[in-house]
Each structure stands twice: as C-alpha cells, then as structure tokens.
C-alpha cells in the first residue's frame, strides 16, 4: 500500500484491538487523518483521551443498527474525502447478558446466535456497504476485517462455540464476495480477514488459561503484527484469510 497522506478509518475502537489500532496510527506520519469509530463515545474514556492527545476523531456507530452505520458514513464523508484503509474491528464472544461460548448443543441459544451473527458478520459488512463509496475514492484501498482462526471450517477439529465459529465463518464468507464484487473496476478494493492470534483483552480474558506460552499478545504487540500484513497486501490478496503471522489460514 502506498501511504501518502491517507485516512483510515477504525471500527470497534473504544477498546482492545481497535482501541490499539488507533493509537498505532494516530502515531503514523504516512496517515493523516485517522477516524474511530465506537458505539457509546461518552463512555469510551481511552478513545477520548487517544482523541485529545492524538487528535482521532471520534464517530459513534453501532454496528447492530443499520442506520447508525449509514449516518457514520455520512459524518466520515463530511471529514475525509476519501478512506484509504478500513479495519473492521468490533466482535463478540460474551457478554454481561449472559452469551457464552457453548460446550455442548444443548447449550445453542438461537437469541445468542442472532446477536452473534449481528456483531461479528453482519455488522462489519454493513460497514463496508455504506463505506464503499469512500474506499472508491482512493485509487487501492485496504478493508481488514477482524476475524478468527476458529472461524475456519478447515480448522475446526475440537468443536464447541457454535455461535462465534459460525459467525465468524460466515464473516469470511461475506469478505470473499465483497472481495469479487469490490475487485473489479477501475478503483478496486482489497479485502481481507485477519486473524490476530489470542490476545490480551476483554474477550479473551475468560479463556486464556489453556494459551501456550508466549502465544498470548499484547495488543500493542498484535496490532503492530497485523500492521506488517495490512502493509504488504496488495491486489493478489484479496478474498483471502491470513493469520498474524502472514501464513494463510484455509477457510
Ligand atoms: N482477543 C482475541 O484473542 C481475539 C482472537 C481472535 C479474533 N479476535 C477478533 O478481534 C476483534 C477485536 O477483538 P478484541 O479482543 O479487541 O475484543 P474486545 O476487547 O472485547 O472489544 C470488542 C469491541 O467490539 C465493540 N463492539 C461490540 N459490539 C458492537 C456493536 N454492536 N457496535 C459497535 N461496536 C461493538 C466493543 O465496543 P463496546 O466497548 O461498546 O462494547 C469493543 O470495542 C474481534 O472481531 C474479535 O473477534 C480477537
């Protein structure tokens, strides 16, 4: 990607990974205008203090509601003419109200799978619906799309957490066609899922038992692995699913 003066455009960043996403850029010289966006921003006190300091501009967006996703696109219009780099950032796990990865079938909530489906698939694809037309703007804009290893069906050989598993392969899914359809033109964009490795936030603090040592990231040190991939991506990788390292996880 080559990096003059470009905006970038963080989903998800009241927090963890896209909280560091944020920080990492707004620290950048090659961005000049880094946008954040976050679902309640007066409770968002890291993010405010990022934008005092660093001068983030701050945007609420719920991404479970249509229409915050279509006015967050309006404001990010009104800022910036166009969005170089958009990182999908926002997902789900658990909750306060009680969603919980399943162990067992019976344990498959069809309400926790809807809110599930909601945050880690459909939202982050609504977003790329009403930003588009910005990433068009840019002569090769980058989406990444924050996902996860267990939402390879390849992969899955221990089963269990039927809700984020399924959401997020169905995230993958909604990546690679918007990838087919966002490749083609005279402004195509790259897009990508990423997976980050277990890192050290709120929704993997639960499960971090069982992490090997030295598999455990920081978030400073996760988003500056990924920043080496988003760097490097270029045409040939669009549609496809990398994890942190750069290696290619098959879907
Ligand atoms: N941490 C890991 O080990 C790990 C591993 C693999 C993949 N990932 C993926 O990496 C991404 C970031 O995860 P994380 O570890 O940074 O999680 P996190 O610390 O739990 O943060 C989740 C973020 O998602 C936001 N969010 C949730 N629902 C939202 C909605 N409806 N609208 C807008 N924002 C919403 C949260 O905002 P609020 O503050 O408003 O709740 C928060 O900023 C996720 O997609 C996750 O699936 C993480």
């Not at 509601?65 to 658990?94: F, K, M, T, Y």
């Not at 037309?133 to 089963?159: E, K, M």
């Not at 897009?191 to 050290?200: A, E, F, N």
């Amino acid at each position: 990607m080559n990096h003059a003066a470009k905006t970038v455009f963080v989903q998800g960043a009241s927090r963890g990974i896209g909280l560091e996403f944020a920080r990492q850029l707004a620290g950048r010289d090659d961005f000049a205008q880094v946008l954040a966006s976050c679902r309640d921003p007066d409770n968002a006190s890291d993010l405010q203090d990022l934008a005092a300091k660093a001068g983030v501009r701050i945007i609420a967006m719920d991404i479970e509601d249509e229409n915050s996703v279509r006015s967050a696109a309006e404001l990010a219009a009104a800022q910036a003419p166009r969005l170089d780099l958009l990182i999908n950032c926002a997902g789900l796990l658990h909750d306060a109200s009680g969603i919980s990865p399943e162990r067992r079938l019976d344990q498959l909530d069809p309400a926790a799978l809807l809110r599930s489906f909601a945050v880690n698939a459909i939202g982050p694809a609504l977003v790329v619906k009403h930003f588009r037309h910005l990433l068009q703007r840019s002569d090769h804009a980058v989406v990444a799309n924050l996902s996860a290893r267990v939402g390879s069906i390849t992969d899955n050989r221990l089963g269990g957490w039927y809700a984020y598993r399924s959401a997020k392969a169905a995230q993958n899914m909604l990546t690679r066609c918007m990838a087919i359809e966002l490749g083609r033109g005279g402004h195509p964009v790259t897009l990508v899922s990423l997976h980050p490795g277990t890192v050290d936030t709120d929704l993997s603090r639960p499960f971090q038992r069982n992490v090997p040592e030295g598999k455990l990231f920081s978030s400073e040190r996760a988003v500056s692995q990924l920043l080496t991939i988003i760097d490097g991506l270029g045409p040939q990788d669009s549609g496809r699913f990398f994890a942190w390292d750069g290696s290619e996880i098959p879907w």
